[in-house]
C-alpha cells in the first residue's frame, strides 16, 4: 500500500510539472483568468491605481496568479492616463460591463475574463509577466462564478 494510493492512474509527476510551470513567469500567450482580487490603491506620486490579482483557470498554469496595475489618475501625465483608461475600457468589457463601469472596483472579483500576457524583461527585478490586453473569455464572457470558499486557499495540503 502507497501513501498516494489517492493518484489517478497513469499519473506522471513530470507532466504534472510542466502543466504547472515552475518558473516565476507563464509563457507569452493567451490564458483564461479568474479576477481573484481586485483594489484601488493610491500611488506614491497621489494617483490613483487598480490592483488586480488574475488566476489561470486553464488549461495550463492552474492557479498561477498574474498580476497588473492599472493607472487611471496620473497627476502629471496625461499619456498615463490615456494608456491606463483604454486598458481599463478592455477589463470592463472583457469582465462584462460594456456600456459603464462598475459601481464598485470589489463587483470585478469573481469574473472570468482572457488576457494576453507578455514578460518585461528586467535585470533589476528580474523577469514578470504583464497583462498586455484584457479580452472576452472564450468561455463565459465575463459572468460572475460562485467562488468556494476554498478558491481563496493556496494550500492544498490534506493535513
Do not use: W
Request: proline share 6%.
Amino acid at each position: 500500500m502507497s501513501d498516494f494510493d489517492f493518484l489517478p492512474a497513469g499519473y506522471n509527476p513530470k507532466k504534472a510539472a510542466e502543466d504547472a510551470g515552475g518558473g516565476d513567469t507563464v509563457p507569452n500567450g493567451k490564458y483564461e483568468v479568474l479576477i481573484k482580487a481586485a483594489e484601488m490603491k493610491t500611488t506614491q506620486a497621489g494617483g490613483l491605481m487598480i490592483k488586480l490579482q488574475l488566476s489561470i483557470t486553464g488549461p495550463k498554469y492552474v492557479r498561477r496568479v498574474i498580476f497588473d496595475q492599472i493607472n487611471v489618475k496620473h497627476l502629471t501625465s496625461k499619456q498615463a492616463v490615456e494608456i491606463g483608461l483604454a486598458k481599463f475600457g478592455q477589463l470592463c468589457v472583457a469582465a462584462g460591463f460594456p456600456d459603464s463601469p462598475p459601481k464598485s472596483v470589489t463587483e470585478l472579483i469573481g469574473r472570468t475574463l482572457a488576457v494576453d500576457v507578455g514578460i518585461e524583461k528586467s535585470e533589476q527585478y528580474g523577469d514578470r509577466n504583464k497583462v498586455n490586453n484584457y479580452l472576452k473569455s472564450s468561455n463565459a464572457q465575463g459572468a460572475p462564478v460562485a467562488l468556494p470558499d476554498s478558491a481563496f486557499n493556496d494550500d492544498d495540503v490534506p493535513f
